[in-house]
């Protein structure tokens, strides 16, 4: 098993000031010990906020964060089989009335895709995915 990190435990660590060796070690004390990786979805949102950076200074501390991230974890693409698994889900839960930020979409259609558990500080949009495993931070 493994957990796909959801961009709001990358963010609150940043914001905190955290290094990427405390969010990994938090990330294992409270999940144990299983592999880590981003969707290149999570990726996405997580630079978009190193563009919409007020200074300077916390543009580069952002980029500075991310790349060290990435340099660390894995990040899994989004792939023909996450497209047909994501619009299958959608439009289930659209037919029930049940509508699914498209980004979080994707990041728990990867983490299903793979077996993945998604590991979030926000879960409500998450809790929408049928059959998706998820643990909060």
Request: aromatic fraction near 6%; avoid cysteine.
């Amino acid at each position: 098993m493994g957990l796909v990190l959801d961009s709001t435990v990358v963010i609150d660590a940043e914001r905190r000031g955290d290094t990427v060796t405390q969010l990994l070690r938090q990330v294992v004390a409270a999940t144990g010990d299983q592999q880590a990786v981003l969707s290149s979805i999570g990726l996405t949102e997580l630079v978009h906020g190193i563009y919409r950076a007020r200074t300077p200074q916390m543009r580069s501390r952002r980029e500075s964060f991310i790349f060290e991230l990435i340099s660390d974890v894995e990040v899994y693409p989004y792939t023909k089989e996450t497209a047909l698994l994501a619009g299958r889900l959608e439009g289930e839960q659209q037919e029930r009335g049940v509508t699914i930020p498209f980004s979080d979409l994707l990041i728990g259609a990867t983490a299903l895709l793979h077996g993945y558990s998604v590991l979030t500080v926000n879960p409500r949009h998450f809790r929408l995915i049928p059959d998706l495993s998820m643990m909060q931070l």
